[in-house]
């Protein structure tokens, strides 16, 4: 099947769905949630998979189950009204126990130098409790703003747009301004420039659709449309270094036309705390 055929499939099968998620509200959008507990264990193998392509890693299961109850304590904390620093206390208790398991049950295979790669072991599988774990759990924070369906549809239609845009004015008008990213040579200084006015136009767009939401000066949009569009470009060009990194196209094949669930969340994962704090702070008084 053709790659662009399939994209379309996924897109036009997978845009309803990621509505009817987010428009269950019943026990603070439990679709959604179970859907964002998911996507944390899958992306946690996943990065544990392109992390072990260079490092030595400590034991998958185990950092992929820690990792994947750091987003589930979030939901726990909003379903019995407790303070989201649970949620950080579960991720510094999953690092401690990564470190009680390096500091007694070091490697098995080199019994003359046991701890030779524990500094590498532990960095990694830090990183995959941070960026496969702790990220997600913004997602589902979201949930507890007031109209939260209203900020997490704008949320996604401010990444989403930030992407269309960028790829579109990239491809039209960046011919000559590609290669400044080493990362991904195929992106252009305008299409970055495009995601972002895509981005913050859209967010305009959203706050004249739901003003009784967004109230207040156009410009606070502004400010959350650009953070958020810097924010999901990083995330794009970060994750394209580790696949570089790892000698990998894809973080996996999960997703027919798109590779692996990473590929097509690694914007929403670096723009979700920003999104969660710049609204919570300009919207919500959070």
Not at 34 to 49: H, L, Q, R, V
Not at 82 to 97: E, H, K, Q, Y
Not at 122 to 139: E, P, R
Request: aromatic letters at 14%; one cysteine or more.
């Amino acid at each position: 099947m053709n790659k662009i055929l399939r994209r379309l499939l996924t897109f036009f099968i997978g845009l309803p769905l990621v509505v009817l998620v987010i428009y269950f509200t019943p026990y603070n959008h439990l679709f959604f949630q179970c859907a964002i507990i998911a996507f944390s264990c899958i992306g946690s193998i996943e990065i544990y998979n392109l992390l072990k392509k260079n490092i030595p890693m400590q034991k998958k299961w185990i950092v992929v189950v820690l990792a994947s109850i750091i987003p589930a304590s979030a939901y726990a904390c909003i379903l019995f009204n407790l303070d989201f620093v649970i949620t950080t206390l579960v991720f510094i208790a999953s690092f401690m126990i990564l470190l009680i398991m390096e500091v007694f049950f070091p490697c098995p295979q080199n019994p003359e130098s046991p701890f030779a790669d524990s500094n590498k072991k532990i960095v990694g599988s830090l990183f995959v409790l941070l960026y496969g774990g702790y990220l997600f759990s913004f997602l589902s924070r979201m949930t507890t703003f007031p109209h939260s369906r209203e900020f997490i549809i704008t949320f996604f239609i401010l990444v989403f747009m930030c992407d269309s845009a960028a790829w579109f004015f990239g491809v039209l008008f960046g011919k000559g301004t590609r290669g400044i990213v080493k990362a991904s040579p195929n992106k252009s200084l305008v299409g970055f420039i495009g995601g972002i006015l895509g981005s913050i136009a859209s967010g305009i767009l959203c706050a004249f659709i739901w003003p009784d939401v967004f109230s207040g000066s156009l410009w606070k949009m502004v400010v959350l449309g650009l953070c958020v569009s810097i924010a999901a470009i990083l995330g794009d060009l970060a994750e394209s270094v580790f696949k570089r990194s790892a000698g990998e196209k894809d973080s996996g094949n999960i997703i027919p036309g798109r590779g692996g669930a990473l590929d097509s969340i690694d914007s929403i994962l670096m723009a979700a705390p920003l999104f969660y704090f710049v609204a919570g702070l300009l919207y919500t008084k959070l």
